[in-house]
C-alpha cells in the first residue's frame, strides 16, 4: 500500500457541531471502560462527513483527545484506512472500481470519462464539484461496472450514462442511484433465467400412528 500523507493546508482547528458531539458521546458509551478507542473509526468518519468529505489532521487530534488516545495512535489509524480521505475532496467523491469484473465490463471507460469531465484522478476538479478516485472492490460485481458517489452506488454503467450522471450533478440535479438500465437491484439483465416456473406446494403433513 503506497504512503498516505496529510494534506500540505490545513485548518487551524476542529470541533464537532453539538449535534454530532453529543452523537459522538454515544457511540463512546457504547463500549466499557478503558475501551473507548474502540470508537475511532466511527468518529473519524462523523468528522470526515462534517468536514466536506475529508480528515484534518486538528480534528485527528480532537478525535484522540475526545478518546484519551496518544496522538500517533489516532494517526496510524487515519493513514491505515483509504476510506478516510487526508485531503480536500470535491462535493461530489466518485470511488470508481477497477477490480476484474468491473474492468471486464468496461472500467476503463470509466476512467476516460472521469478524466474527461473530472480531470485527473485524485485532485478535486476547477469547479470544487468532483474528485474521483480508482478503488477496489466496492461489492457490486454482478451489477459491473459501476462507481461509488459519496453515499450511494450507480451502477450498470458505461461511460455515457456516467458522463451524464456527472452533468447532471454538476449542474444541481437530482439523479437516482441503483442500477442505470432500469433492472432491479442484481436481477438478470435480460430476463429470468431461473425460477420461472411456478412451485409445486410440498406436503409435510404427519403420518398417522396408526398407519
Known sequence: MSVRRLAAQQPETFEFTPENKAWAEKQIAKYPAGKQASAIIPLFWQAQKQHDGWLPEPAIRYVATMLGMDYIRALEVATFYTMFNLS?????????????????????????????????????????????LEVECLGACANAPMVQINDY???????ARLEKIIADLRSGKTVDPG????????????KLTSLTEPVTPVSFARESDDA
Request: hydrophobic share 25%; glycine share 12%; with cysteine.
Open 88 to 132: 480536500p475532496m470535491g462535493e461530489h467523491y466518485v470511488q470508481l472500481c477497477g477490480t476484474t469484473p468491473c474492468w471486464l465490463r468496461g472500467a476503463d471507460d470509466l476512467k476516460e470519462a472521469c478524466r474527461k469531465h473530472i480531470g485527473p484522478e485524485g485532485q478535486v476538479s476547477a469547479d470544487g464539484k468532483f474528485s474521483w
Open 153 to 159: 452506488y450507480f451502477e450498470d454503467l458505461d461511460a
Open 179 to 190: 442500477p442505470q438500465t432500469g433492472r432491479r437491484s442484481s436481477e438478470p439483465a435480460g
